[in-house]
Nanobody
Framework: QVRLVESGGGSVQAGASLRLSCAAS????????VGWFRQAPGKGREFVAS????????YNLEVVKGRFTIARDNAKNTVLLHMNSLNSEDTAVYYC?????????????????WGQGTQVTVSS
């Protein structure tokens, strides 16, 4: 059984940093991509970043703008999203997701598995 559990969200001031964690369990040895999505109030879900099983990374540059970094902690089966220089536009629920297809995640905003989400609120 696949399980994705996010943590690390919270309320911060503009300019602050946060680190989100996604603890992944049950993913098979197949090449799963693990990614982060976000959904702001009244808006659709959008892809933020992903990392492949061989640590290749991809970003939504319009969202990230050089401020976010995705990384994997293999020892802990965890995928991290480091977020710097946060602003009010980053306020959203952030979801961890996993799929064997990068195209599903990046283009179709879909994934086979989803976490429950963690709230990030940035006040100016």
């Amino acid at each position: 059984q696949v399980r994705l559990v996010e943590s690390g969200g919270g309320s911060v001031q503009a300019g602050a940093s946060l680190r989100l964690s996604c603890a992944a369990s049950g993913l098979s040895s197949m090449g799963y991509y693990v990614g982060w999505f976000r959904q702001a109030p009244g808006k659709g879900r959008e892809f933020v970043a992903s990392i492949s099983s061989d640590d290749g990374t991809a970003y939504n540059l319009e969202v990230v703008k050089g401020r976010f970094t995705i990384a994997r902690d293999n020892a802990k089966n965890t995928v991290l999203l480091h977020m710097n220089s946060l602003n009010s536009e980053d306020t959203a629920v952030y979801y961890c997701a996993a799929d064997v297809s990068y195209n599903n995640m990046r283009t179709l905003q879909r994934a086979e598995y989803w976490g429950q989400g963690t709230q990030v609120t940035v006040s100016s």
